[in-house]
């Protein structure tokens, strides 16, 4: 079974600092990799995803995450987080033997102090 | 409205009680899904529906739980004679089509909390 490892669970930044959040995956496949964010109060939403192609992908709000296949690692990046990145990321991965279900890691909290 | 409707947001049962979920995906989206998260997790897969076919209920915990989706749009999500371990944020997903190179887009969910 597919399995997602998030290695870090809480994490409390100054505004500029930069960001790195870990995401290990097990399947060694063909696998679609997500990264959602939920703000507080609000539903999930993607933050930006990586089919195939470039393994450097950019998202919304000046995230990015690169794939390194031989590594099984999808990371999230932010190079100067702001106030309102505060809120909880999920690192996600669907792949051929799940199909479309989507897998998830356990999450990371990240608060962002002024 | 635009995005996938949750209802009630949250609900509070008596155990032994049965629940009834219900969620109102985006327009014409075929694939629907449930999902379960509890406090400090990540969400977990319950089940899947592509259109009123549900082809994967791996995820459903225990034959309590039921889901159906009969005319290929609204879905419900039954529990019966819920237990305490059944509290959870109950998150419902839907995407335009089958694939898995697609984005699902969440509801708000409903909080779930058994007594």
């Known amino acids: 079974a597919q399995s997602v490892s998030q290695h870090n669970h809480h994490v409390i930044l100054s505004e500029a600092a930069s960001l790195e959040l870990g995401c290990n995956y097990s399947?060694?496949?063909?696998?679609?990799l997500f990264w959602y964010v939920q703000y507080p109060g609000q539903h999930l939403q993607l933050l930006l995803k990586?089919?195939?192609?470039?393994?450097l992908v950019k998202g919304i709000k000046g995230f990015e995450a690169e794939f390194i296949k031989s590594k099984f690692s999808f990371n999230l990046r932010k190079p100067s987080v702001q106030w309102s990145d505060t809120a909880e990321y999920f690192c996600?991965?669907?792949?051929?033997?799940?199909?479309?279900?989507?897998?998830f890691g356990t999450g990371t909290q990240l608060k962002v102090e002024l | 409205g635009a995005g996938v409707s949750q209802s009630p947001r949250y609900k509070v049962a008596k155990r032994g009680q049965d629940v009834a979920l219900r969620c109102d995906p985006i327009?014409?989206?075929?694939?629907l899904f449930w999902y379960q998260q509890a406090l400090g997790q990540g969400p977990e897969f319950l089940t899947y529906?592509?259109?009123?076919?549900?082809?994967?209920k791996s995820g459903l915990p225990s034959d309590r739980f039921f889901a159906e989706r009969p005319e290929g749009s609204v879905s419900t999500l039954k529990i019966q004679r819920t237990q305490q371990e059944d509290s959870a944020v109950y998150l419902c997903?839907?995407?335009?089509?089958?694939?898995?190179?697609?984005?699902?887009?969440f509801g708000q969910g409903t909080r779930l909390t058994v007594v």
């Open positions: 997903a839907s995407s335009p089509h089958q694939d898995r190179d697609t984005e699902a887009f």
């Open positions: 399947y060694g496949g063909t696998v679609n």
């Open positions: 990586y089919f195939s192609g470039d393994p």
């Open positions: 996600a991965v669907n792949g051929a033997r799940g199909g479309n279900k989507l897998t």
């Open positions: 327009s014409g989206h075929v694939s």
């Open positions: 529906f592509q259109n009123e076919a549900q082809l994967d």
